[in-house]
């Protein structure tokens, strides 16, 4: 299963960093430039890898919804789409099949 939402997600997002008053955290995000994205999506990262370790999977899904969700913003603030990003996995794809064919 896609998660469709992912695309609504995106537009959110885009409407938040274009739009949104000074209290969007999405907003705040953005303001505050590649660094402190880039230490959010790390410090998802990190706590993924926690609750793996763990194995506690409900807190596995929420830490995943976190990191994705800064993922995309920084995405979108470096203009890049989720879809750029599908592509290279389906080239990837289609490179590695292509080769063991």
């Known amino acids: 299963m896609v998660c469709q939402f992912l695309d609504e997600l995106q537009r959110i997002i885009d409407d938040r960093i274009e739009h949104?008053?000074?209290s969007s955290y999405t907003r705040k995000l953005a303001d505050g430039g590649v660094d402190l994205i880039s230490k959010k999506v790390g410090e998802?990262?990190?706590e993924v890898v926690?609750?793996?370790?763990?194995g506690d999977r409900r807190w596995v899904i929420m830490?995943?919804?976190d990191l994705m969700y800064h993922l995309l913003?920084?995405?979108r603030f470096m203009n890049i789409t989720f879809d750029d990003v599908c592509e290279e996995l389906v080239?990837?794809?289609v490179t590695r099949v292509g080769a063991h064919g």
């Open 44 to 46: 998802e990262a990190v």
């Open 73 to 75: 913003v920084l995405l």
């Open 20 to 22: 949104g008053d000074s």
């Open 50 to 54: 926690v609750a793996a370790m763990r």
């Open 91 to 93: 080239n990837r794809h």
């Open 63 to 65: 830490e995943t919804a």
